[in-house]
């Protein structure tokens, strides 16, 4: 089973709004989490992260919240750039054992101009 | 220029053919990994190797196998090829564990 959801499989915003991508895990032991940017025929490249002791990380037009209790964690991308279509996978650390990571099943995100 | 590279980009095989895909990265990372992405299920852990001569399973290693004998280069194995190894596959290496993963642009294997 996955521990590890990304709900949404796509995401369709205009340019200059808002995107938020959520995802949802199951395991309390995970305590680093990532949001990771995927284009077409290339590897995923690190986007940004989040400690699990904190509830929000802020970086440029990146922001990912953290809700610990509900475990939850959102991306939100503001304003949205074309630029910014890709798939987005969410991944999370085992924090018994940090050479392991789980991933979501990604959201790809369309930005129309 | 950093990074992690994998060959080949593309291999159609079929099954028992013995294959190996190569991983390597100029960073000189400690911590290297493999995955494999099927749709609707996201990347899944095969193997990673803390180290030379350090390796361990993830989530998915049967029918995989993989070696460190240099830093730089994890190759992974497929012994006996299957149908449902078909799949996309990227190696990854951080500086250590549990951090930033660099990424591999990804093998399409097919095995028919």
């Known amino acids: 089973d996955q521990q590890v959801k990304q709900n949404s499989p796509s995401l369709s915003v205009q340019e200059g709004r808002i995107s938020i991508l959520n995802c949802d895990y199951t395991n309390s032991m995970f305590d680093y989490f990532l949001w990771y940017k995927k284009y077409p025929a290339e590897g995923p490249t690190f986007l940004i992260s989040i400690s699990s002791i904190k509830d929000k990380n802020e970086d440029g037009r990146f922001t990912v919240f953290l809700n610990k209790s509900a475990k939850h964690l959102s991306l939100h991308i503001v304003p949205s750039q074309p630029g910014d279509s890709a798939v987005y996978f969410c991944?999370?650390?085992?924090?018994?054992?940090?050479?392991?990571?789980?991933f979501g099943s990604g959201t790809k995100l369309n930005v129309k101009p | 220029e950093a990074q992690v590279t994998q060959n080949p980009r593309y291999l159609i095989t079929v099954t028992g053919k013995k294959l190996t895909v190569t991983c390597s990265q100029n960073?000189?990372?400690?911590?290297m990994s493999w995955y494999r992405q099927d749709p609707g299920l996201g990347l899944r852990q095969i193997y990673y190797?803390?180290?030379?001569?350090?390796?361990d399973k993830g989530d998915v290693p049967e029918g995989y196998k993989v070696s460190r004998k240099e830093k730089r280069n994890f190759p992974l194995i497929l012994e006996s090829p299957s149908p449902n190894q078909t799949s996309l596959y990227f190696c990854?290496?951080?500086?250590?564990?549990?951090?930033?993963?660099?990424f591999g642009a990804g093998t399409r294997l097919s095995v028919l």
């Open positions: 991944a999370a650390r085992n924090g018994y054992n940090f050479n392991k990571f789980y």
């Open positions: 190797s803390m180290n030379v001569e350090v390796t």
């Open positions: 960073m000189n990372h400690e911590y």
């Open positions: 990854a290496s951080s500086p250590s564990p549990g951090g930033i993963q660099y």
